[in-house]
T-cell receptor, first 115, second 113 residues
Framework: KAGVTQTPRYLIKTRGQQVTLSCSPI?????VSWYQQTPGQGLQFLFE???????NKGNFPGRFSGRQFSNSRSEMNVSTLELGDSALYLC??????????????FGEGSRLTVL | SQQGEEDPQALSIQEGENATMNCSYKTSINNLQWYRQNSGRGLVHLIL?????REKHSGRLRVTLDTSKKSSSLLITASRAADTASYFCATDATQGGSEKLVFGKGTKLTVNP
């Protein structure tokens, strides 16, 4: 069974641009969560989607958005990039809403560098 | 603010020794999980312990949970160089009306051959 796939793995953008990151969950998983990881702040929760609905949202500005498609694939978008958005963006999937299963399965991440 | 905080931030040991990492959290939880992350990679789930459990084992891993002290520990016995990684605890939390799985900042473990 294929794991969680995130694309692209690495990307470089400049301030003011926007970026779209993609996540394909494990087949059959309906919940997708996104996290931002930086050396200073650690892992910060961005949002969680379940069956195309955003269930939970972290404390990030509106420049960060996401969506989930009917096949459970998810995308997140960051508009008007700032230097501080440089981070490893991690996607995680679970069969059910995470509180019902507990375990998250993570992808390898998309490393975004903003210049 | 972080729900879970690991201690120590970094730990360096020799192969064969045991490694103990601690996690403290602030609010009541339903369960606590430990994850491992190799440098720059994704996280891998290690073990989940529920709030009504006190101890759990998985291979060379032993996790304890003390809900009265709001703390957990992860013990890796007979460590190997391949155990070198960062280890994170994660707890369920309700913050601002939103439920989420909140991670600590991790303990960076180095196992020297």
């Amino acid at each position: 069974k294929a794991g969680v796939t995130q694309t692209p793995r690495y990307l470089i953008k400049t301030r003011g641009q926007q970026v779209t990151l993609s996540c394909s969950p494990i087949s059959g998983h309906r919940s997708v969560s996104w996290y931002q990881q930086t050396p200073g702040q650690g892992l910060q929760f961005l949002f969680e989607y379940f069956s195309e609905t955003q269930r939970n949202k972290g404390n990030f500005p509106g420049r960060f958005s996401g969506r989930q498609f009917s096949n459970s694939r998810s995308e997140m978008n960051v508009s008007t990039l700032e230097l501080g958005d440089s981070a490893l963006y991690l996607c995680a999937s679970s069969l059910l809403q995470w509180e019902n299963t507990g375990e998250l399965f993570f992808g390898e991440g998309s490393r975004l560098t903003v210049l | 603010s972080q729900q879970g905080e690991e201690d120590p931030q970094a730990l360096s040991i020799q192969e064969g020794e045991n490694a103990t990492m601690n996690c403290s959290y602030k609010t009541s939880i339903n369960n606590l999980q430990w994850y491992r992350q190799n440098s720059g990679r994704g996280l891998v789930h290690l073990i989940l312990i529920r709030s009504n459990e006190r101890e759990k084992h998985s291979g060379r891993l032993r996790v304890t949970l003390d809900t009265s002290k709001k703390s957990s520990s992860l013990l890796i016995t007979a460590s190997r160089a391949a155990d070198t990684a960062s280890y994170f605890c994660a707890t369920d939390a309700t913050q601002g009306g939103s439920e989420k799985l909140v991670f600590g900042k991790g303990t960076k473990l180095t196992v020297n051959p």
